[in-house]
């Protein structure tokens, strides 16, 4: 049993800036689109959005490709877009992500994402990170793994495997990572970046200072 508390994060919009600019998940879905010869409308394109992941079952459906041919397609794409646009610097971390190494010594860090393993692990050896994070997981590639994204607590039991701890604490920013952190009875820390909350951090100077205090 392990005393030093573990400090999780989600990655997208947490630590990655990776929604200010989509163009890299417009580029992969438009991709996408082609391969099957699908019209580029408004409304194909946002059925391959990343916020509709869930959904594949019914979106394949909808689209009238079987989703064991759409999804390996789509998520291929998906993926190379997403590493292109950070070797690129189209997407990186945000600027106060450094702040963090001032909770080094009170934590182990680690990273739960929807977004898939190679991403996460990109993420960490290309921004220089490998010092902070030690344990890091994502999504797989298949079909089974997109039916147990966050909140399921697939990826927490991927977790619990690693290392076992007395305490974990968990920073996301959406609903869904609180529904998450309940479920696998974690602390959670809500961030916010865009809209000032009374239950939420704006930035990562704001969550140091209350984890160092804790």
């Known amino acids: ?20 600019d989509v163009s890299w998940l417009e580029r992969s879905i438009q991709k996408t689109l082609t391969h099957f010869h699908i019209l ?5 394109m946002s059925h ?28 291929k794409y998906y993926i ?8 690129q610097r189209i997407i990186q971390p945000f600027q106060d992500v450094p702040l963090l190494y001032q909770l080094k010594d009170n934590f182990i860090f680690g990273i739960i994402s929807n ?7 990109f993420f960490v050896s290309e921004f220089g990170y490998s010092d902070l994070f030690s344990i890091n997981i994502g999504r797989g590639n298949t079909i089974w793994d997109i039916e147990h994204l966050k909140p399921d607590l697939f990826l927490f ?27 696998a009875n974690m602390k959670y820390c809500h961030l916010n970046r865009e809209v000032k909350e ?15 205090h804790l």
């Open 115 to 121: 977004s898939p393993q190679i991403i996460v692990d």
């Open 80 to 87: 190379d877009e997403k590493l292109y646009a950070m070797k």
């Open 40 to 44: 580029l409308t408004d409304e194909n």
């Open 48 to 75: 391959l959005h990343f916020e509709n992941v869930e959904k594949f079952r019914e979106i394949s459906k909808n689209l009238g490709i079987d989703q064991e041919v759409l999804w390996p397609i789509r998520n």
């Open 1 to 20: 049993m392990f005393n030093t508390p573990l400090l999780l994060f989600d990655l997208d919009g947490v630590l990655l800036d990776s929604e200010s």
């Open 157 to 183: 039991t991927k977790i619990k495997k690693q290392i076992d701890t007395i305490e974990c604490i968990y920073v996301g920013d959406r609903e869904s990572d609180r529904d998450f952190a309940k479920r």
């Open 198 to 212: 009374h239950d939420s951090f704006s930035n990562f100077s704001e969550l140091v200072i209350f984890l160092i």
